[in-house]
């Protein structure tokens, strides 16, 4: 599998001369770590045995190994990042619920029903079918060399019982 842009990956590593950068690196690892989407940043003056590129003061160092669980997250990221294209297509806003119906077969249904929970979250989905939309107006992208069909619907928010106020005399 070749790793994708938005995928995550398991480490980055800075090697630098720079007692400052090291530090920095150190201290501002969990927000590093948000920003280019790596599970572990590091920093110190020893190279590692990874691809690398310079960079001002330093080396940077990716681990690309993409291993089960990365190519799962990545993958239901990409999923869940097709259904925000179609909530915003529909209009919708942050706290819209939906519906989702999903075409998808093998490893990725798999991988989706690990992931359910975080989709449904990351999505404001209520709920998610696993259907057939071959012959429907789904919306299909290919994902990693495999066709995922979706269908997004607005659900109507429901209306409680009308309050019965005691009258006033």
């Not at 400052?20 to 690196?25: H, P």
């Not at 990874?50 to 160092?61: E, F, N, Q, S, V």
Request: aromatic share 4%; charged share 35%.
């Amino acid at each position: 599998n070749k790793v994708k842009l938005r995928w995550p990956l398991s480490c980055a590593h800075l090697q630098s001369d720079s007692h400052e950068a090291v530090d920095s690196v150190k201290s501002l690892a969990p927000i590093i770590c948000r920003l280019i989407n790596v599970k572990e940043v590091s920093a110190n003056e020893e190279p590692m045995e990874l691809p690398c590129a310079d960079c001002p003061g330093g080396r940077i160092y990716l681990d690309c190994t993409i291993t089960r669980e990365l190519y799962s997250e990545a993958i239901s990221n990409e999923i869940s990042r097709r259904i925000q294209m179609l909530r915003k297509g529909l209009g919708l806003v942050e706290k819209d619920k939906v519906k989702v119906k999903l075409d998808v077969t093998g490893e990725f249904r798999t991988i989706v029903e690990e992931k359910m929970d975080s989709v449904l979250a990351s999505t404001n989905s209520e709920s998610i079918e696993f259907a057939d939309l071959g012959e429907t107006d789904a919306k299909s992208w290919e994902i990693d060399g495999r066709k995922v069909a979706l269908e997004v619907e607005r659900v109507q928010p429901k209306k409680g019982p009308k309050k019965q106020f005691p009258k006033r005399e």
